[in-house]
């Protein structure tokens, strides 16, 4: 922070003043990228991309092969989704590593600057707090964004240097939804992780309670709610149909409330376009169904409510993030 307060003074002499908001920036940008945590998340990253394409790829042709699947037509969805069982799909790793990088870029971002005495000299200049809050949150962002579209882009010129298939317009249009939802989904615990920076002043605390809020999503939130609904509901082998529907439908509302789960129902629809309801379906609702993809609209608004939740919890925690922030004694 004492090269942004540095920078700052001497970019008030120069004619192209891009504002202490553009300085700030671009220095936790530089931050970013020179840092050792980074670098490791993003190789591991790129080797699970890698790795997830490889075995894609030597599936691909039994993936398209397949005229029973309504979706074997989409090569470069298959791309995303093919794969032997030996490893998961790209799409299920970043439900577990996407977290990983949003809690590293954000879990010291506040209470480190405090630590190391830089956030007294950086606040004693003339900056808003919520211009120091949203240069963190926005930084890290951008990286990310740069990160899941260079692979976006290196797997459709790797599509169609192997493949010679081009891309249809409607393939293209679901994965840059999908880069945008993981976007949002790394947004949400970049966000969650800021905000515990700001409410515990050591950075490993933030960066353990960061940690066991995703190993509780991911792990035990599923058993506590299926413990929760045996002891509540009754047996479903003495219930009729419709109230089968009804209490898989509380079971999966209660697991909607984890980001993790949002993530995965919103990018399952958008990479396979034959599926058509996100819950219980009757025998009555199938009857008379053709198997065939959905638009691409169609799916958007299938997914919407997940992305909408996605969304109003990253704005709720930086929301709050920023009432702590602005409440916060900055000279202790």
């Given at each position: 922070m004492n090269q942004?307060?540095?920078?700052?003074?001497?970019?008030?002499?120069?004619?192209?003043?891009?504002?202490?908001?553009?300085?700030?920036?671009?220095?936790?940008?530089?931050?970013?990228?020179?840092?050792?945590?980074?670098s490791i998340l993003i190789a591991l990253i790129?080797?699970?991309?890698?790795?997830?394409?490889?075995?894609?790829?030597?599936n691909i042709k039994s993936a398209i092969g397949n005229t029973k699947d309504p979706d074997h037509l989409f090569l470069y969805l298959k791309l995303l989704t093919t794969t032997d069982n030996s490893i998961p799909p790209f799409h299920v790793f970043l439900s577990f590593l996407a977290p990983l990088l949003g809690i590293s870029l954000g879990f010291d971002a506040v209470n480190s600057e405090q630590n190391n005495g830089t956030l007294t000299r950086l606040m004693a200049q003339p900056i808003y707090r919520d211009n120091l809050l949203l240069a963190k949150f926005v930084s890290a962002l951008v990286i990310v964004s740069g990160l899941f579209f260079a692979l976006t882009l290196l797997m459709i010129g790797g599509g169609l240097v192997l493949t010679g298939v081009r891309m249809e317009p409607q393939e293209l249009l679901r994965i840059l939804g999908f880069i945008v939802i993981t976007i949002a989904y790394v947004a949400f615990w970049l966000s969650l992780s800021i905000m515990l920076s700001i409410l515990f002043k050591q950075a490993a605390t933030s960066a353990l309670t960061a940690i066991g809020i995703w190993l509780f999503f991911t792990i035990f939130y599923q058993i506590v709610i299926n413990l929760i609904v045996k002891s509540f509901l009754p047996d479903p082998a003495y219930l009729s149909q419709a109230e089968i529907i009804s209490y898989n439908d509380v079971i999966l509302n209660l697991q909607r409330v984890a980001p993790n789960q949002l993530y995965s129902d919103a990018v399952t629809t958008l990479l396979m376009p034959s599926v058509r309801s996100l819950g219980p379906v009757t025998m009555e609702q199938m009857a008379g169904a053709i198997p065939a993809p959905?638009?691409?609209?169609?799916?958007?608004?299938?997914?919407?409510?997940?992305?909408?939740?996605l969304m109003a919890s990253t704005v709720g925690c930086f929301a709050f993030a920023y009432y702590l922030f602005m409440r916060r004694e900055i000279r202790s």
């Open positions: 942004i307060v540095l920078k700052i003074q001497a970019m008030k002499s120069q004619s192209l003043d891009p504002g202490p908001f553009g300085v700030m920036i671009h220095k936790e940008i530089a931050d970013h990228i020179r840092s050792w945590r980074f790129v080797l699970t991309f890698i790795a997830a394409m490889y075995v894609s790829l030597a959905l638009p691409f609209k169609e799916s958007v608004m299938i997914v919407w409510p997940q992305v909408s939740g």
